[in-house]
């Protein structure tokens, strides 16, 4: 019960509705003073926090110890006591892809700038004389002069290459940049920038010119580049974008299931209720799992036991989640198991290529 007291007037403030009792009939807001003290406020704030902590733990037991069983409640109306399954989705994913994310090392960029001075051995020096030696003999057979003449400009060459280099090897300058890692293709412009690509596309006739499709990847190719590594930078953008692709796979499985189990005549909710949970429990197990890897680091490696044990539960979950709430025979639900996993491997890749353009357009 609150201890703030009501309002006199009987119209609601949030929706206007005409209030009879303590709470509002149309939208639910209680009908109360809106001014409240920092007491109250603070007291209020503290029990809609332990609310939702009690609700949260009294969702994961069922989630994780009694599969399938969270949603079944759910889908029969019991639902006070339990969180919201896309709510609890959001807040594990969360948890979840920060943890993900967070134990990768990022990768030092290529283009950072080198310090030291790189010495090569003769060998290196030799392979070097050979590759210039190479290059200037095909440049020569397309002179028309004397054979002794070429052989007398190519050990002429020999000779300043070794004449510039050290008897330790050849020494490049500090301060070098190594080379960029560039997206290189037949369908990639040399082109250094959209405005010099569009110019040289302008300048030709229009029946020379890219098409629609390779005009527009040539542009967003350029775009790229101008990133010290263009292929990470794009990697990066592809796994950040792998929780929104989530949103897209959650329904898609959601209708496989519909279409799995039609002998059920169940609505397409359950079947989203039940891929969220699904989830939810796969997160947490995945979690759990790497915060047990982490702990007994710090004693013993186990990790190939966790995630063997790991393996095997969320197998365990599967099976049992899906007995349990679509009261499948034993070895039925086995084989639509493994038909389940083909079809997610399907959905799974149709989404991964779809948050692949999505990135490669938006990055």
Same mark, same amino acid.
């Given at each position: 019960?609150?201890?703030?007291? &009501?309002?006199?007037?009987?119209d609601?403030?949030?929706?206007?509705?005409?209030?009879?009792?303590?709470?509002?009939?149309?939208?639910?807001?209680?009908?109360?003073?809106?001014?409240?003290?920092?007491?109250?406020?603070?007291?209020?704030?503290?029990?809609?926090?332990?609310?939702?902590e009690?609700? =949260?733990f009294?969702?994961?037991?069922?989630?994780? &110890?009694?599969?399938?069983? &969270?949603?079944?409640?759910?889908?029969?109306?019991?639902?006070?006591?339990? *969180?919201?399954?896309?709510?609890?989705? *959001?807040?594990?994913?969360?948890? =979840?892809?920060?943890a *993900?994310?967070?134990?990768?090392?990022?990768?030092?960029s290529?283009?950072?700038?080198?310090?030291?001075? !790189?010495?090569?051995k003769? !060998?290196?020096?030799?392979?070097?004389?050979?590759?210039?030696?190479?290059?200037?003999?095909?440049?020569?057979?397309?002179?028309?002069?004397?054979?002794?003449?070429?052989?007398?400009?190519?050990?002429?060459?020999?000779?300043?290459?070794?004449?510039?280099?050290?008897?330790?090897?050849?020494?490049?300058?500090?301060?070098?940049?190594?080379?960029?890692?560039?997206w290189?293709?037949?369908?990639?412009? @040399?082109?250094?920038?959209?405005?010099?690509?569009?110019?040289?596309?302008l300048?030709?006739?229009?029946?020379?010119?890219?098409?629609?499709?390779?005009?527009?990847?040539?542009?967003?190719?350029?775009?790229?580049?101008?990133?010290? @590594?263009?292929?990470?930078?794009?990697?990066?953008?592809?796994?950040?974008?792998?929780?929104?692709?989530?949103?897209? &796979?959650?329904?898609?499985?959601?209708?496989?299931?519909?279409?799995?189990?039609?002998?059920?005549?169940?609505?397409?909710?359950?079947?989203? *209720?039940?891929?969220?949970?699904?989830?939810?429990?796969?997160?947490?197990?995945?979690?759990a799992?790497?915060?047990?890897?982490?702990?007994?680091?710090?004693?013993?490696?186990?990790?190939?036991?966790?995630?063997?044990?790991?393996?095997?539960?969320i197998?365990?979950?599967?099976?049992?989640s899906?007995? !349990? =709430?679509?009261?499948?025979?034993?070895?039925?639900?086995?084989?639509?198991?493994?038909?389940?996993?083909?079809?997610?491997?399907?959905?799974?890749?149709?989404?991964?290529?779809?948050?692949?353009?999505?990135?490669?357009?938006?990055?």
């Amino acid at each position: 019960m609150s201890s703030v007291k &009501l309002r006199k007037e009987k119209d609601c403030l949030n929706c206007g509705h005409i209030v009879e009792e303590k709470f509002c009939p149309n939208c639910g807001q209680e009908n109360i003073i809106v001014k409240e003290d920092a007491l109250h406020m603070v007291a209020h704030a503290i029990a809609d926090y332990f609310h939702f902590e009690h609700k =949260f733990f009294g969702t994961l037991k069922p989630l994780l &110890l009694k599969p399938g069983q &969270l949603t079944k409640l759910y889908v029969e109306g019991k639902r006070v006591s339990f *969180i919201h399954p896309i709510r609890l989705y *959001i807040f594990i994913s969360i948890v =979840f892809f920060i943890a *993900i994310f967070s134990g990768q090392k990022p990768e030092k960029s290529e283009a950072k700038e080198t310090k030291t001075t !790189t010495t090569l051995k003769p !060998t290196e020096k030799d392979s070097l004389t050979n590759i210039d030696v190479k290059r200037l003999e095909k440049t020569l057979a397309y002179i028309p002069v004397d054979r002794k003449l070429k052989d007398s400009i190519i050990n002429e060459a020999k000779k300043d290459v070794l004449k510039d280099s050290s008897n330790a090897g050849i020494k490049f300058g500090m301060g070098t940049k190594k080379k960029k890692s560039k997206w290189r293709g037949d369908w990639v412009s @040399n082109d250094t920038t959209v405005a010099q690509y569009e110019k040289k596309q302008l300048a030709l006739p229009k029946a020379e010119r890219d098409g629609f499709i390779k005009h527009y990847f040539s542009k967003r190719v350029i775009e790229l580049n101008q990133y010290p @590594n263009p292929g990470e930078k794009f990697k990066e953008d592809l796994l950040h974008n792998i929780p929104k692709m989530m949103f897209l &796979l959650l329904p898609l499985f959601a209708l496989i299931l519909k279409l799995v189990y039609i002998n059920k005549k169940k609505f397409y909710y359950e079947h989203i *209720i039940y891929s969220f949970h699904l989830h939810s429990a796969i997160f947490l197990s995945v979690l759990a799992m790497m915060l047990l890897k982490w702990l007994f680091g710090f004693v013993v490696n186990i990790d190939g036991w966790l995630e063997f044990l790991g393996v095997i539960y969320i197998l365990w979950y599967i099976y049992r989640s899906l007995r !349990t =709430f679509y009261g499948s025979k034993r070895w039925i639900t086995i084989l639509k198991i493994f038909f389940l996993g083909f079809c997610y491997v399907i959905v799974f890749t149709i989404c991964i290529l779809i948050v692949m353009a999505f990135s490669f357009v938006m990055v």
